[in-house]
């Protein structure tokens, strides 16, 4: 009895979980995957000049554990016009490492220097909607947000970890006609699981170089200026 209930509570633990992380990693994957379509599109927009309003470099820290790691990035506001209407933005690129918050702060320097207080830009905007402007159109590869597939990939890892003790908790009649099922889950539960922390640890070595393949060259953009 004590072992029915210690497996029933270990798969509704393990598959709640796996859900949990399987419908978040899902969620910011697609995100991910618009934000990367808009500024694959944003090649294309308009362009105009525009004076920089404001420039300060931001921080935040990110606990992990007892300590915390820094991350920094550039906030640039500038004003631009269009058709003698004026417009502000705040929005650097739709993803490039000068977008997101960087462990690297020498990213967010040089971006400050590159555009103080007064300076002049191009601005690209949005023809079917002017108040849409960016300063660097395209995609870094390298700033492409890894987390989103590895918590999906974990949460099929978890899912298949929560169904094997469910499966064992079936008749041992039924369990010998279906004996392999479980070790097939296994293997997938395993795969997914090591996969998913592969692209998470190791995947600044070969993500970027994978989505160049799936990205127009003139999408690309190799460094944030």
């Known amino acids: ?15 709640g979980i796996g859900f949990l992380c399987l419908i978040n990693g899902y969620s910011m994957f ?6 990367i379509r808009s500024a694959i599109d944003s090649v ?36 631009y016009s269009v058709h003698g209407k004026s417009y502000v933005s705040d929005i650097y690129s739709l993803a490039s490492s000068g977008y997101n918050f960087d462990t690297d702060r020498s990213i967010a320097i040089n971006l ?24 660097l159109p395209g995609v870094e590869p390298r700033s492409v947000d ?15 970890f929560g169904l094997i ?5 079936a008749e041992k009649k039924v369990a010998k ?16 699981t090591i996969l998913s922390s592969v692209i998470y640890f190791f995947g600044p070595y070969f993500v970027p170089a994978l989505l160049t393949q799936f990205i127009p060259k003139n999408a690309i953009v190799k460094t944030a200026p």
Not at 1 to 15: E, P, Q, T
Not at 115 to 134: A, Q, R, T
Not at 180 to 186: K, V
């Open 1 to 15: 009895m004590f072992n029915l209930a210690y497996n029933l509570i270990l798969s509704v633990v393990f598959i």
């Open 30 to 35: 697609d995100r991910q995957v618009k934000q």
């Open 44 to 79: 294309g927009w308009s362009s105009s000049k525009g004076t920089v309003i404001g420039s300060v470099i931001k921080s935040r820290t990110i606990k992990t554990g007892e300590s915390g790691r820094a991350e920094y990035k550039t906030e640039i506001r500038y004003e």
């Open 112 to 135: 400050a220097e590159r555009y103080p207080m007064g300076s002049k830009l191009d601005v690209h905007y949005n023809p079917m909607n002017p108040s849409e402007g960016l300063v």
């Open 146 to 160: 890894r987390w989103p597939i590895s918590v999906f990939l974990m949460g099929i890892g978890l899912i298949g």
């Open 165 to 169: 003790p469910l499966l064992q908790l």
């Open 177 to 192: 006609q279906i004996i392999l099922i479980p070790m097939l889950i296994a293997i997938i539960a395993l795969s997914c």
